[in-house]
């Protein structure tokens, strides 16, 4: 009896190894790919998943939008994505920029079609809060346009949604009656430094 | 997927609860409703606010258009079918899909006890495609057009003259008609099925108390007062195939002699004779923004609205005495006007140029500078690409086929995007030679006020607002002289490349 149990034990114990190492590590390992973002970093040990993406902010001259690597919840499938997305895109810009979205706008909802046009519905805030200037309506719609499409490929087109309403426009000027695709326009790139 | 859908659902729910918890506050006022023009007749539609939408009864859409509506209890969805083809609605959601396409509506159908509502762009989005006819919404005139109904847009313009008073129809396109009296009234008749008329309520109380839409047929009917004495009619083409009665109407004892002298009213104003088509006749300013829209605002209070008014004003001064051009402003006052009604005063009155004002302002009081603007047609896809260069094989009678070029109403700009951008680079050249310019001088966005421009049409920033300096330039007479100056260089600089005139005046005088 007394050199069963160490026997047991160290069967036990190499079962244990085996599992680890022919089932739970390849099954752990072969999530990684199969997750829909194409930005993926590896899990922070104990933390919630997190991916990187792209945020659009206002450059200090406030003449240009500004991609910033950020860290964002990991979300599954693209459309759980996309909200993880979007809602940190609403949140606080990084010193020394500036939100390209007015403060106080939450996410009310995200819905994605067949087709890959993503709809962002944003609370009331979006409008009543803006400064009103054209070039900073510009800033605010295509930081979430282009902060959806270029971190998710898989959607081609947004449109913005205020109050869970189409609207013509947030502050009078950019035509928000039809989905928009990616345009960088805004955005500085590096060799403009 | 189970729970994104159980969210989705319970956020239809409460949609649907908001909706009907604020049914009962929207009844007060019901909106009037609107006309159905089809070849059969003509039928009213009721519409109803719901949520701060118009919106449409299913059930009336289905007896006008013979539908079929079944609703799906389990998916909790609607389908209504027409003949050939079957809308799908999903309650909580502002999409219909036609046929597979997903076409967008500005909000979720609504639902009052068993009667369902859809708003009103469901008619010309969703039902039109389904039903593979043509239905036009014209909201400002609460109308629907089905089919190939004649239904010109009619705008008219009161004159004070010093022999009475001029009345300007422009009518689009141009359509056959009378001008006959009919004892105390004048009475203009069309050859359409229905007339789509902007009228004056009473342009003069003496001499025309009164101007409405006939009650049957297409006609206007015009009240004579006491002081009308005699009228001369005279048709004038407009461009783009649009016609302009110009009605004079002449008081009596207003003119030296006892009879009245018609001859000073009797031709159409000159500008329509003396300038050549090619020229610069017809130029709309649009001030942005107004009445409760104030746009921007800067750091000591000065409103956007403001600013662009007092430059659209001396503006149109300044063209009228310089280039002798017809100006046209799309408000004159601090009054609230739509994006839609400032590309259609352009429309209606077959401008040339759509030149709308704006200032700036940005989240960084730094930023500063002009910046030029015109339409971007990548942002509108393969709809824009398609409304660029369309055309529709129709038969001609006496046999063969002919193509006819097509475009949506809504994207009107598209034909004239490359002059657009000519102009553009004009005002921005010319600005640069009077004002600072921003790093992004010239540009091209998905403008709402553009997209609508049956003309070349180009939207100027003229500063920031937000930036203490620019403000205070802003609210200058100066600066706005510059401004006013640099833009009506670029008109004349853009009236020349069209020919068809020589400079009248060189540039470069001051005021």
Known sequence: ?193 | MNLRRLSLRSAATAALLACLAAAPAMQAPPPAPYTVLLPEGRQPLAVRVIGGQEMFALDELAKLFDLTVREDTLAGGLAISTKTQTIALTPGQGLASVGGRVISLPAPPARDGRAWFVPVDFVPRALGPALGTRLELRRPSRLIIGGDLRVPRIATQADPQPAGLRLTFNVAPATPHTVTQEGSRLVVKFDAHALDANLPASPSPELVPSIRAAETGAGIEIDLGPRFASFRAADAPGDRGAGRIVLDLVAAGETTAAKPVPEPAVDPPPLLELTPVTGLRTIVIDAGHGGDEHGARGPQGTLEKDVTLAVARRLKGAIEARLGARVILTRDGDQTVGLDERAAVANNNKADLFLSLHANASARPAASGAEVFYLSLADYGEEAQRAAQSSVPVPVLGGGVRDIEVIRWEMAQARHIDESAKFAGLVEGALRERVPMSVRALQQAPFRVLVGANMPAVLVEMGFISNPEQEKQLASEAFQGSLVQALLDSLVRFRDTRGGQEPLLPAGIGN
């Open chain 1, 1 to 193: 009896m007394r050199r069963v149990l160490p026997v047991a034990a160290i069967a036990a114990v190499a079962l244990i190894g085996a599992w680890l190492l022919f089932i739970a590590l390849p099954r752990w390992y072969a999530e990684e790919p199969a997750a829909d973002p194409p930005v993926t970093s590896a899990p922070a040990a104990g933390a919630e998943r997190k991916i990187t993406a792209t945020l659009y902010f206002i450059s200090e001259d406030g003449m240009s939008l500004v991609g910033v690597q950020q860290e964002v919840p990991f979300g599954e499938p693209v459309i759980e994505q996309a909200r993880r997305i979007v809602e940190a895109q609403l949140g606080p810009a990084p010193d020394p920029l500036a939100a390209a979205i007015p403060a106080g706008t939450t996410l009310r909802g995200l819905y994605v079609t067949d087709r890959g046009d993503a709809y962002v519905d944003l609370s009331e805030e979006a409008r009543t809060r803006h400064g009103g200037g054209a070039l900073d309506e510009l800033f605010t719609i295509f930081a979430i346009v282009d902060a959806v499409t270029v971190n998710l490929p898989a959607i081609a087109r947004v449109q913005i949604l205020v109050n869970g309403r189409e609207v013509d426009t947030l502050a009078g000027h950019v035509d928000l009656r039809h989905p928009l695709e990616k345009n960088l326009t805004w955005v500085k790139t590096e060799k403009d430094e």
